[in-house]
């Protein structure tokens, strides 16, 4: 099994990180199931209730390659004037494939005089990630990326 | 208590569009996990962060699972007068923790 000094060969490393990596893939299949686009939708829904989402004014900036979906960086920028009278009320996050549909729901107010935030999120799997902004006439407005993972946010818990 | 680091500046021109960096030591464990024994994880996560400025609210933030630990936020807001930055963050199992910073406007 081992190297002939003792210590562990490359061969015996990467077959330890396959394993590793098997072992998270079969968490997948007993965990509970995910959002789906459908219950995206309906969580946008929600938010929304029924009026329309136009796309434009939201940009939703996050890297369209990732390696590890445990912290995906993520910031969200509304054009907006930011006036008493024209400002963003409100910016939500949505994915499709996280076991939840929502990843934050943030509301803002003519103070804050740039609509642009930034956090760290979680993605489990490559997928479409919509960002929706509210304005304070009541439109909807939104920016859809789509974020290739590589590694995602594993769900087992590995002790 | 857990651990905030907040990047706040210490003085600003009035009027001025001024950014707020936060971060705070938390797991955001899901929920949606199991040990190797197949029993599922409780959810324990940060749901609530509150900013008042001056007692005033400018910025409230609802948190759900998928944020990854020790969720950092930065936002913006305008230095309207010298005063108290006030932060606070609510979560599960009656987590709380609050940190402030002063700024002076000129």
């Known amino acids: 099994m081992h190297g002939h000094d003792g210590r562990r060969s490359r061969r015996d490393i990467l077959k330890a990180a396959?394993?590793?990596?098997?072992?998270?893939?079969?968490?997948?299949?007993?965990?509970?199931?995910?959002a789906?686009?459908?219950?995206?939708?309906?969580?946008i829904r929600n938010v929304v209730s029924s009026a329309t989402v136009k796309p434009g004014?939201?940009?939703?900036?996050?890297?369209?390659?990732v390696e590890n979906g445990s912290t995906v960086a993520v910031?969200?920028?509304?054009?907006?004037?930011?006036t008493p009278t024209d400002y963003v009320k409100a910016i939500h996050i949505f994915t499709e494939k996280n076991p939840q549909p929502n990843v934050?729901?943030?509301?803002?107010?003519?103070?804050?005089?740039r609509?642009?935030?930034?956090?760290?999120?979680?993605?489990?799997?490559?997928?479409?990630?919509?960002?929706?902004a509210e304005l304070s006439d009541g439109s909807f407005w939104s920016d859809t990326v789509e974020v290739v993972i590589t590694l995602g946010a594993c769900l087992e818990e590995i002790i | 208590m857990a651990r905030a680091l907040l990047n706040v500046p210490a003085k600003a021109k009035r009027g001025e569009v001024i950014a707020i960096k936060t971060l705070i030591s938390h797991e955001m464990e899901t929920g949606f996990r199991h040990s190797t024994t197949g029993v599922p994880v409780?959810?324990?996560?940060?749901t609530s962060f509150v900013v008042n400025y001056n007692k005033e609210e400018i910025f409230r933030a609802v948190l759900f699972p998928a944020i990854a630990a020790n969720p950092f936020i930065t936002?913006?807001?305008?230095?309207?007068?010298?005063?108290?930055?006030?932060?606070?963050?609510?979560?599960?199992?009656?987590?709380?923790?609050?940190?402030?910073a002063t700024i002076t406007v000129e």
């Not at chain 1, 789906?36 to 969580?43: C, D, E, H, K, V």
């Not at chain 1, 934050?104 to 005089?113: D, N």
């Not at chain 2, 807001?77 to 402030?100: K, R």
């Open chain 1, 18 to 34: 396959s394993a590793l990596a098997a072992g998270c893939g079969a968490g997948v299949l007993v965990r509970p199931a995910r």
């Open chain 1, 36 to 43: 789906t686009p459908a219950s995206m939708q309906t969580a």
């Open chain 1, 57 to 65: 004014k939201v940009a939703l900036d996050i890297p369209p390659l």
């Open chain 1, 75 to 82: 910031s969200v920028a509304v054009e907006s004037p930011m």
């Open chain 1, 104 to 113: 934050i729901s943030i509301h803002l107010g003519p103070r804050a005089g």
């Open chain 1, 115 to 132: 609509a642009t935030v930034a956090t760290r999120m979680r993605l489990v799997d490559t997928q479409k990630i919509v960002a929706i």
């Open chain 2, 42 to 46: 409780p959810r324990n996560i940060i």
């Open chain 2, 75 to 100: 936002f913006y807001t305008v230095a309207t007068e010298s005063g108290t930055i006030a932060f606070e963050w609510t979560g599960d199992n009656g987590f709380s923790a609050t940190e402030s």
